[in-house]
């Protein structure tokens, strides 16, 4: 097959497929048509969410962490982590106060923290063992 037997085939294969996913649109049934609006939705107030409340992530740890995030060039992923956990703990709170009837006045003067402790595997298992223990008696 040459090159521009390659190109063809794409193009058609390309067309074919735009015209099964829009026909797919028109012709799913009222499930599908549900998803997709709601994903939609999501989206727009998902835009919604940056106009109405405005999130300041920091993080702060420990040198050790900080030296090995630095060595290991890691700056980037915790950089996506932070506007992660803002997006996400800005979506929720705005949600939560939708459905009571809030108002995002109070977030002008509030912070949320969220901490992370690392430590040994065995240590999360010995204070669990010891929990299930005290509750046996």
Known sequence: ???HQ???EGRRTTTKSERTSASSLID???EHKKIIDAEEEQRRKSLDD???LTVDCRVSADADILNLITASGAQNEIGMLMETTAKAARSILLRATDRIGGSTEPFETSCMEI???FSEPEV???ICSREEEDGKN
């Open 1 to 3: 097959m040459t090159t």
């Open 6 to 8: 390659k190109q063809e």
């Open 28 to 30: 799913s049934p009222a």
């Open 50 to 52: 940056s106009e109405r």
């Open 115 to 117: 901490h992370l402790r």
């Open 124 to 126: 999360l298992f010995q």
